[in-house]
């Protein structure tokens, strides 16, 4: 079973609260993670620095902890940063273009200079474990057989996906941001958003740019 330890520090004066996470954020771990920043916004702290030092691993159902609170907080005029992460965990965060809703810093010294905070004692940061991206990336896929971006799915016959493959077509290099905003554009809504954008890639194994530029590539052989 995996381990999770969450400490929690606030501040009145700067009504900033940091949250530091030791061990993996997984299926079984996520929820702790969700009840305390639940805490936080029911009490109206919309400031937010998650210190990932100590994170070994994060599963789409961690990040989906994450991505489903920011808006409410924004809404709030607030924001969750993220700090320290181990270069396994950004490299992930990277790929899959979390980069372009959630803010990360080296450091925690970093995310507190930028709402602000003054400097205070960091936490010592853990060593980095050894860790496979392919296996983390393959979690991710939530498709145990082959990493997504090794192998392009049968595109599925909905009509969002068929909007989505259409969307990726004009352009297999656009974010995830861009390619919900040309779906809204095409299906003439607003109802599209980044999170189900980013389901809707996953399930057709077309997370990373590289396989939605293979399936531009084959769309165009095809015709």
Do not use: C
Not at 35 to 51: A, M, N, P, V
């Amino acid at each position: 079973m995996a381990n999770l330890s969450i400490s929690l520090s606030e501040s009145d004066k700067s009504k900033v609260s940091e949250i530091r996470v030791d061990g993996v954020i997984d299926t079984t771990t996520s929820t702790e993670l969700e009840e305390t920043i639940d805490s936080l916004l029911s009490r109206g702290r919309f400031q937010i620095i998650l210190d990932l030092a100590g994170v070994d691993y994060i599963s789409s159902a961690g990040w989906g902890v994450l991505i489903s609170k920011i808006g409410d907080i924004r809404d709030n005029n607030g924001d969750i940063l993220l700090a320290g992460m181990v270069s396994n965990v950004l490299e992930v965060y990277e790929l899959l273009e979390f980069d372009s809703v959630l803010k990360h810093f080296e450091s925690i010294e970093s995310a507190r200079s930028s709402l602000g905070v003054e400097s205070e004692r960091e936490f010592s940061k853990k060593k980095e474990p050894q860790v496979n991206r392919l296996k983390v990336i393959e979690s991710l896929s939530n498709n145990g057989s082959s990493p997504e971006f090794f192998s392009i799915g049968e595109v599925r016959e909905d009509s969002e996906d068929k909007l989505l493959v259409s969307a990726i077509l004009r352009d297999p290099f656009q974010t995830i941001g861009e390619l919900a905003e040309q779906i809204n554009i095409d299906s003439n809504t607003s109802s599209v958003g980044w999170w189900r954008v980013f389901k809707l890639l996953r399930k057709n194994k077309l997370l990373s740019r590289r396989s939605r530029f293979r399936l531009t590539r084959q769309k165009q052989f095809q015709n």
